[in-house]
């Protein structure tokens, strides 16, 4: 036998080795990948429920379903005390018809993003589709503008930064109360159980019952989380019978620290409570 003969042999014998190898491996492996696929399929399952069950957010991106956010002119918005901006569709026009949601067809809300300044506005659509409304940014920082509406029956909530130049300091969140002081002196107390969130009004200690409709229902409510400023689904209680309540359903779509912004009208104007939540009841 020469050598090459011999290294012919050796190479074809750990060729049989390997082929056993794997053939063995092959004989073992279905089962081990049937565990494993098991495995990825329960995962799967149990994914797509927490996905289900879960409510989502909204607010987080300028551009959603075909619809895009866009400020008409940044400087003016900064400085004259106006912001003019419009939804866009995917080719770039101008969207013109909107649908009356809680009374209005475009809601503006705006807040800093350490979560002071909170405004809730109304524009005024022009002519040629877009929205105007003053808007008066009082401190320097990173806002986010929320435009909430509907459009062909969908509703949409499309966010935005603005930045106003100058020194920053960022406001502490305040810690998490069950009570809060509208600017206008009335106290406002919150109540809490896993589907709904109940706010009471006092003012000099008595309960308020003579709420006024805003915006078609008892109160309005804006819920954001803190850390990436998502905005939650929150629907009124129609049932008013409860006299002096007013009342949401909110479903916190994480644990995680929330700013609600009450908003509820007596006397003719609007006042606003503003509440620090921690921990809700994501799971
Ligand atoms: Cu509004």
């Known amino acids: 036998m020469n050598s090459l003969l011999r290294v012919a042999l050796f190479l074809g014998l750990l060729g049989l080795v390997f082929a056993g190898a794997s053939l063995a491996g092959a004989a073992i492996d279905p089962d081990v990948d049937r565990e ?27 551009a959603e379903d075909g619809l895009r956010l866009v400020i008409d002119d940044r400087r003016q918005a900064t400085e004259s005390g106006r912001i003019a901006f419009r939804i866009v569709d995917d080719v770039g026009a101008t969207v013109r018809d909107f649908d009356v949601e809680h009374d209005r067809r475009m809601h503006l809300i705006v807040v800093r993003r350490d979560l002071s300044g909170f405004q809730h506005l109304h524009p005024r659509q022009t002519a040629d589709g877009g929205w105007e409304v003053p808007l008066r940014l009082a401190a320097a920082g990173s806002y986010r503008l929320f435009a909430d509406f509907s459009s062909g029956g969908e509703p949409h909530t499309l966010g935005i930064d603005l930045n106003v130049d100058g020194p920053f300091e960022a406001r502490e969140l305040p810690e998490p109360a069950t009570t809060a002081l509208t600017e206008s002196g009335y106290e406002v107390r919150l109540a809490e159980t896993p589907d709904e969130v109940r706010f009471t009004v006092f003012k000099d200690g008595t309960r308020v019952r003579d709420i006024e409709p805003y915006l078609g229902a008892r109160g309005h409510l804006v819920a954001l989380r803190e850390g990436d400023l998502a905005f939650l689904h929150v629907h009124p209680e129609s049932d008013a019978s409860e006299g002096s309540d007013i009342r949401f359903a909110v479903e916190y779509p994480s644990k995680g620290t929330y700013r609600l912004f009450l908003q509820f009208k007596v006397d003719g104007r609007v006042h606003t409570a503003a509440f620090t939540r921690e921990d809700g009841h994501g799971d």
Do not use: I
């Open 36 to 62: 494993t696929a098991d495995d990825h399929s329960s995962g799967g399952e149990m994914d797509a429920h927490a996905t289900a069950g879960q409510p989502t957010v909204k607010g987080l991106a300028q």
